[in-house]
């Protein structure tokens, strides 16, 4: 298994700018979820998803959006960037949200918007 | 999901035990402690979990107080491979949620 996997690992964005950063994972985990994390701090939730087709927002969603049309895939777009969003982001699935199950990171991507 | 307190920063020597502490004073009945560490920039790995009883796995072991209130992450023989940013978390068990805090800075020298 390679786990959980994420694209780009570096990013650099100009200002206003859109892109997505990728995510995947080969385990079949139905829950998904996007972190962020900015110097010195731990991370905190952007989005998450429960299952193919289901999305909700976590602590910091704005100027984020999710999908999640398959099990695997749980791509992340910025819609307009902006350099608050200047942070390294983690992607991480586990088995299940219906119980107390580890949750996998992925290596992370690192964006700098300028 | 309840908050937790962690010292900053510590220090252990190579070889020696290194006891993390965390205390939860507001968990409630249905919420798991569980620890993460972050080594350098990667994703954070997942350590151990536990709800009411101590708990031992290969990479450690967690103690958790009669009371709940407080816990101990207990890494038996620490090499510099640990030296990382160690997170205590709580949550409940049917939510996969996880709220970070700083965590512990454990610096493991020679």
């Known amino acids: 298994n390679a786990g959980v996997t994420q694209t780009p690992k570096f990013q650099v964005l100009k200002t206003g700018q859109s892109m997505t950063l990728q995510c995947a994972q080969d385990?079949?985990?139905?829950?998904m979820s996007w972190y962020r994390q900015d110097p010195g701090m731990g991370l905190r939730l952007i989005h998450y998803?429960?299952?193919?087709?289901?999305?909700d927002q976590g602590e910091v969603p704005n100027g984020y959006n999710v999908s999640r049309s398959t099990t695997e895939d749980f791509p992340l777009r910025l819609l307009s960037a902006a350099p608050s969003q200047t942070s390294v982001y983690f992607c991480?699935?586990?088995?299940?949200?219906?119980?107390?199950?580890?949750?996998?990171f992925g290596p992370g991507t690192r964006l700098t918007v300028t | 999901d309840a908050k937790t307190t962690q010292p900053t920063s510590m220090d252990c020597a190579e070889g020696r035990a290194a006891n993390l502490p965390c205390n939860h004073s507001t968990i409630s009945g249905n919420e798991y402690v569980y620890w993460y560490r972050q080594i350098h920039s990667q994703g954070p790995q997942y350590i151990i979990h536990g709800l009411k009883n101590n708990e031992t796995n290969e990479m450690a072991s967690l103690i958790i107080t009669e009371d709940r209130k407080s816990s101990t992450l207990i890494l038996p023989h620490a090499t510099l491979r640990d030296t990382a940013v160690y997170y205590c978390i709580v949550r409940f068990y049917n939510t996969d949620k996880l709220i970070f805090g700083t965590g512990t800075r454990l610096q493991v020298f020679p």
């Open positions: 998803s429960v299952g193919a087709g289901i999305t």
């Open positions: 385990m079949n985990h139905e829950y």
């Open positions: 991480a699935s586990s088995y299940s949200s219906r119980g107390p199950y580890e949750q996998y």
